[in-house]
């Protein structure tokens, strides 16, 4: 069974701080996607990294993939409450797998 | 166009009852998922169906738990006999599986908010 752990598993901060979000596996996946959650609705996909190594950003995010593409990395630059929300790392299936695995999630809070 | 839409967006039921969790995906997606969510934690699959191919129901907890997939289209998450471990969030997930899997990512419903009492 593959299993994705983040951590932190919470985090509070003030806005205008950088975080970092870390997803670690010890098994290898062909891609890894972020989602973010918002309260009373479903996880939106954010980015998905392919390559190991990768780095995609998007605007204040930048998202890292492992060279071994067993780990994956968020880091947010100067936080807003707009952040706020449960991130999600999901593992893309190997060989014959058809479902992605999901990590057990990062839940922000960004305050005023 | 729409989303993927559940329903109900919230159920309350008692104790050893049946119950059945609507996934309307959106048109033209052939893959389809459940996942629960409990306490706002990361996501359990239960369940996939792909096209016409057999589902994968590795993740179904228990023999309590079923779907099935009409037409190609809507899905229906039925969980009989409920215990109160079952309370949880169910989200539904459609993709369109043509090509590479990432360049088709899961679009999400609201999810159906379950308390068993």
């Known amino acids: 069974t593959q299993l994705l752990e983040q951590s932190p598993q919470f985090l509070s901060i003030q806005e205008g701080e950088n975080l970092t979000v870390y997803c670690n596996s010890s098994?290898?996946?062909?891609?890894l996607q972020w989602y973010r959650q918002e309260p009373g609705e479903g996880p939106v996909l954010l980015v998905t990294?392919?390559?190991?190594?990768e780095v995609k950003k998007l605007k204040r995010l930048t998202f890292q993939f492992g060279d071994a593409r067993k780990d994956s990395s968020l880091h947010i630059t100067a936080a807003q409450p707009g952040d706020t929300g449960l991130y999600l790392c999901?593992?893309?299936?190997?060989?014959?797998?058809?479902?992605?695995?999901f990590g057990t999630g990062t839940r922000l809070q960004v305050t005023l | 166009g729409a989303g993927v839409s559940q329903s109900p967006s919230n159920k309350v039921t008692e104790k050893g009852k049946d119950v059945e969790l609507r996934c309307d995906p959106i048109?033209?997606?052939?893959?389809l998922y459940w996942y629960r969510q409990s306490l706002g934690q990361g996501l359990e699959f239960l369940i996939y169906?792909?096209?016409?191919?057999?589902?994968?129901k590795s993740g179904l907890p228990s023999d309590r738990f079923s779907a099935e997939r009409t037409g190609g289209s809507v899905s229906t998450l039925t969980i009989q006999r409920t215990q109160q471990e079952d309370s949880a969030v169910y989200l539904c997930?459609?993709?369109?599986?043509?090509?590479?899997?990432?360049?088709?990512?899961?679009?999400f419903g609201n999810g159906t908010r379950l308390t068993v009492t």
């Open positions: 990294v392919v390559t190991g190594g």
């Open positions: 999901a593992g893309g299936p190997t060989g014959t797998a058809s479902k992605l695995t």
């Open positions: 098994s290898v996946f062909s891609s």
């Open positions: 169906f792909q096209g016409n191919s057999a589902p994968d």
């Open positions: 048109s033209g997606h052939t893959a």
């Open positions: 997930a459609s993709s369109y599986r043509g090509g590479r899997w990432f360049n088709s990512p899961l679009h």
